[in-house]
């Protein structure tokens, strides 16, 4: 059974940093690709990055230079490192592997 459990968000002021976890159960690392995903009041989830099993990243035109993406797969979690940090950013931040998504973790950019 596949499990993805969020942390790590919060209130930071702009131009602050966070950094999001994502720990995983029954996701093979060196087969599975995963991604954070975020949506704000009103709005559509959006893709904001990947990671490949290989290693690769990709990142949403609005978060690129400003996030990464990484993992740690001895310790079975994903990690979202968000610098630079604009009231723009505010969200729920989802995690999601093999078409399971998490409960998500707030985070808040005051301005």
């Known amino acids: 059974q596949v499990q993805v459990v969020e942390s790590g968000g919060g209130l930071v002021q702009s131009g602050g940093s966070l950094r999001l976890s994502c720990r995983t159960s029954?996701?093979?690392?060196?087969?599975?690709?995963m991604a954070w995903y975020r949506q704000a009041p009103g709005k559509q989830r959006e893709y904001v990055a990947l990671i490949t099993s290989t290693g690769n990243t990709n990142y949403a035109d609005s978060v690129k230079g400003r996030f990464t993406i990484s993992r740690d797969a001895a310790k079975n979690t994903m990690y979202l490192q968000m610098d630079s940090l604009k009231p723009e950013d505010t969200a729920v931040y989802y995690c999601h592997a093999r078409d399971v998504w998490g409960q998500g973790t707030q985070v808040t950019v005051s301005s």
């Open positions: 029954g996701v093979d690392f060196s087969i599975n690709f």
